[in-house]
Structures are given as C-alpha cells and as structure tokens.
C-alpha cells in the first residue's frame, strides 16, 4: 500500500494520501475505469481542471496523484497568501522547467478566494500551456472564477464520501499506521466517525487520530469526544431535517426566540452557515415575499457575510437574519402565485407568445406581424387594454387583486 508511515508529526489524514488512482477511495463517477478523467490521466493528456465539491472529498489529494501520474512539477499556491508576484516566479519557473522536457501543475486550493488580478495573472499562463492549472473549490466555479479562466478548464464535480467510503478509510488507517497497531475500535464508534464525519474523511481521520492520542480502545463515547460533535444533531440523518424545520417554522411563526434557539442547536452541532443562510434566501422570498422586499437583500447579505468571514464570526449575522425574517411582516401570496404559474407551464406546455408582444428585430419578423399591434405602455399611461398572457390562459390569475 502506498503510504507514507514516516513524519508522524503529520496529520494521519495527510500520512494516508494515497499515490494512485487504484487506492484513492470515491469518485467513481469521474475516475473510476473507463472515465474521462481517468483515461486523461493514463495518457497524459490532462487539461486545466477545476474540482468543485465539499471539504474533504479529496480535491487535494487527487490533483496530487495527477501530478505524480503524469511525472509534472507539484506546485501549490495559497489563495489567500500568494499574490501576484509569487504566480509570476512559479510560471517562470514552469516555463524554464518546461524548455527542459518537464510540465508544471500549479494547484490552488480554494481558488474562489483569488481575486481577479490573481486569476488574470494565471491566464496567459494556462492558455499558452505553460502550466496546467488545477484548481479545487467548494464553491460554484460559475460564480467565484472569472469566464475568461472558467473557459479554459474543465470542471468536474466531486461529490462527499458515502459513510461506507470513509469506514474504508478507517480501516486502511488502523492497518497501514504503526501508531493503531494496538488500538482497537468498536463499530458503534466506527460507525459514529464514518456517518457524523457528513462526507469529510479529513474530519474522521483527525477525530479517529486524536481519539486514539486517549485510549487504546476506542468507544463511541471517545469518538463523540473527539470529532466535537452533538449526539442531538446529525448532519446527514433525521435530526438535520427536523431542526431546520423548526427553525423555519419558528421564524415564519414570528418566534424569534425560536428561531435563535434552532439556528444556535445547528451551529455548534456543526452545520455549514452557507447551508443556513441560503435556506435563509428561500424563506426571504417562501414566506416574506411582497409583503417586506428588504428581507431578500437581508438574507443575500448574510449569505455574503458567512462566506467572506466564516465561523465562529458568522453566527451573529444569521443570528441577525434569522431574528429579522422572524419579525417581519409574512405573505405567502408570491410563493402560490408561483405555484400556480408553475402548474399552468406543467399542463400547458410551451404555449405560442402572442404576436404582438414578440420581438421584431428584422424585416422578416416584422413581415409576420411580430410585434404589429403593440401599445407602448407609457403612451397610455400604463392603462393600455392589452394581453400578455397566451390566448389559451388569457383570464388566468395568480396573484391577488391589490
């Protein structure tokens, strides 16, 4: 097996990197035999890649293996520490390495946190093929990456480990790691790290590496010690679903007691703020809608600030959110009015656009009556009698007469 047993002042989860393909664990979907990236890899014909998926899933890990696979350079650049200057020394260097036969891949994890004199400073690079860039995300590529970059790489989404997968990890680590030759663990603790870990197998190793720092026989009174986690709330099974429940339905009851209680249960049970700030953004719109318009950009702007600053400094503005949507006016009257536009699509299909409100932006069009008979609305005082909707749903109503 391909493991680093030396250095044990590294992380385990940093000591168990696999080096190949064959002993990397999840991602079939993208690596698994057969798969494009895979068959890039085995012929060394590897483009620019983004890796967007969650913390933990191996982003690091397999842009590693590529390198090492394809015999490249491994540099890795902070997104955070690295500026301008130190991406045009390491393409420098690409460039020198490469007159003499040999690839660069440059790896920046959290490239979203690259601003855009950082990433322009990448492109000229990656376009001319002097370095291959690999860069791992958890956030949207499409939102966080410039187009100009976004273009010249292939994005594939890597997905959480199975609870399955990272009890793989487990197992490798008690066998391959000299330091668990006498440490034994039971399976309702092994079991507690692989399900509560939500997909993350550096936050198993690290727990499973600590617990074992305690006691020779791991218990899963142990392990909840060590992964810091609350028996009251699991991430991935009921108690995630009814506890976002309650939070919403103690904001949309005006109970902003509640609702602090509910969101303060979820974040030091460990749940991701960007998960609640964007349920904040649907209840926004779900249960305020029309009636207060402010509260969308309020819960936008909280999203906004769980991603620029992170936990623990996060929680007070959802806290501030959560207690706004809880004391604001409700209607729920967009949310049906959607729902019955969205049903009418459903029955209905793609009905025709009625001719006088099509666009006319050529002779041809116009000669077909695109656009013949539109009233201006401002020319009428924005009274004109005319419809919008198709003939088929002319006196369909889904909002409320005001």
Same mark, same amino acid.
């Given at each position: 097996?391909?493991?680093?047993?030396?250095?044990?002042?590294?992380?385990?989860?940093?000591?168990?990197?696999?080096?190949?393909?064959?002993?990397? /664990?999840?991602?079939?979907?993208?690596?698994? /035999?057969?798969?494009?990236?895979?068959?890039?890899?085995?012929?060394?014909? +590897?483009?620019?890649?983004?890796?967007?998926?969650?913390?933990?899933?191996? $982003?690091?890990?397999? #842009?590693?293996?590529?390198?090492?696979?394809?015999?490249?350079?491994?540099?890795?650049?902070?997104?955070?520490?690295?500026? +301008?200057?130190?991406?045009?020394?390491?393409?420098?260097?690409?460039?020198?390495?490469?007159?003499?036969?040999?690839?660069?891949? +440059?790896?920046?994890?959290?490239?979203?946190?690259?601003?855009?004199?950082?990433?322009?400073?990448?492109?000229?690079?990656?376009?001319?093929?002097?370095?291959?860039?690999?860069? &791992?995300?958890?956030?949207?590529?499409?939102?966080? %990456?410039? #187009?100009?970059?976004?273009?010249?790489?292939?994005?594939?989404?890597? !997905?959480?480990?199975?609870?399955?997968?990272?009890?793989?990890?487990?197992?490798?680590?008690?066998?391959?790691?000299?330091?668990?030759?006498?440490?034994?663990?039971?399976?309702?603790?092994?079991?507690?790290?692989?399900?509560?870990?939500?997909?993350?197998?550096?936050?198993?190793?690290?727990?499973?590496?600590?617990?074992?720092?305690?006691?020779?026989?791991? $218990?899963?009174?142990?392990?909840?010690? #060590?992964?810091?986690?609350?028996?009251? @709330?699991?991430?991935?099974?009921?108690?995630?679903?009814?506890?976002?429940?309650?939070?919403?339905?103690?904001?949309?009851?005006?109970?902003?007691?509640?609702?602090?209680?509910?969101?303060?249960?979820?974040?030091?049970?460990? !749940?991701?703020?960007? @998960?609640?700030?964007?349920?904040?953004?649907?209840?926004?719109?779900?249960?305020?809608?029309?009636?207060?318009?402010?509260?969308?950009?309020?819960?936008?702007?909280? @999203?906004?600030?769980?991603?620029?600053?992170?936990?623990?400094?996060?929680?007070?503005?959802?806290?501030?959110? /959560?207690?706004?949507? &809880? $004391?604001?006016?409700?209607?729920?009257?967009?949310?049906?009015?959607?729902? =019955?536009?969205? &049903?009418?699509?459903?029955?209905?299909?793609?009905?025709?656009?009625?001719?006088?409100?099509?666009? &006319?932006?050529?002779?041809?069009? =116009?000669?077909?009556?695109?656009?013949?008979?539109?009233?201006?609305?401002?020319?009428?005082?924005?009274?004109? !009698?005319?419809?919008?909707?198709?003939?088929?749903? =002319?006196?369909?109503?889904?909002? %409320?007469?005001?």
């Amino acid at each position: 097996m391909e493991i680093d047993v030396n250095s044990y002042n590294r992380p385990l989860a940093d000591r168990l990197r696999p080096q190949s393909l064959d002993t990397f /664990v999840g991602q079939e979907k993208i690596i698994g /035999v057969g798969k494009i990236l895979r068959l890039a890899v085995e012929q060394d014909r +590897v483009p620019s890649l983004i890796f967007w998926g969650p913390p933990g899933c191996g $982003k690091t890990t397999l #842009a590693r293996i590529i390198a090492n696979l394809t015999q490249a350079e491994f540099v890795q650049l902070s997104a955070v520490e690295s500026g +301008v200057k130190d991406i045009r020394r390491e393409t420098e260097n690409a460039r020198q390495r490469l007159i003499q036969g040999k690839k660069t891949i +440059v790896f920046i994890d959290e490239i979203h946190r690259f601003n855009k004199n950082q990433q322009d400073a990448l492109l000229p690079h990656v376009e001319r093929g002097i370095i291959t860039l690999i860069g &791992a995300t958890t956030e949207n590529p499409s939102f966080e %990456v410039n #187009a100009a970059l976004l273009s010249r790489c292939r994005v594939f989404v890597m !997905e959480k480990l199975t609870a399955e997968e990272i009890t793989a990890l487990i197992d490798r680590a008690l066998l391959a790691q000299p330091e668990f030759k006498n440490i034994k663990i039971d399976g309702d603790a092994k079991k507690f790290l692989a399900e509560m870990a939500d997909g993350d197998a550096r936050v198993a190793l690290n727990a499973l590496e600590l617990a074992a720092q305690t006691t020779s026989y791991i $218990k899963k009174a142990v392990a909840e010690d #060590a992964l810091q986690k609350s028996l009251m @709330y699991d991430k991935s099974g009921e108690e995630h679903y009814n506890i976002i429940s309650a939070l919403h339905k103690s904001m949309r009851g005006g109970d902003a007691d509640a609702g602090l209680y509910w969101l303060t249960r979820m974040l030091i049970g460990g !749940e991701d703020p960007l @998960y609640i700030a964007r349920r904040l953004i649907r209840f926004a719109s779900e249960d305020i809608g029309i009636a207060n318009s402010l509260a969308l950009p309020q819960a936008i702007a909280a @999203y906004q600030a769980c991603h620029f600053i992170g936990m623990p400094e996060c929680g007070v503005n959802l806290a501030q959110a /959560v207690v706004y949507m &809880a $004391k604001s006016k409700k209607s729920n009257e967009l949310y049906t009015a959607y729902q =019955k536009a969205e &049903a009418d699509v459903k029955q209905y299909g793609t009905l025709p656009v009625p001719l006088h409100i099509r666009n &006319a932006p050529t002779k041809l069009m =116009k000669n077909l009556n695109y656009g013949k008979g539109y009233k201006y609305s401002p020319e009428y005082n924005y009274q004109e !009698e005319q419809e919008y909707l198709p003939a088929k749903i =002319k006196n369909h109503k889904y909002l %409320v007469d005001i």
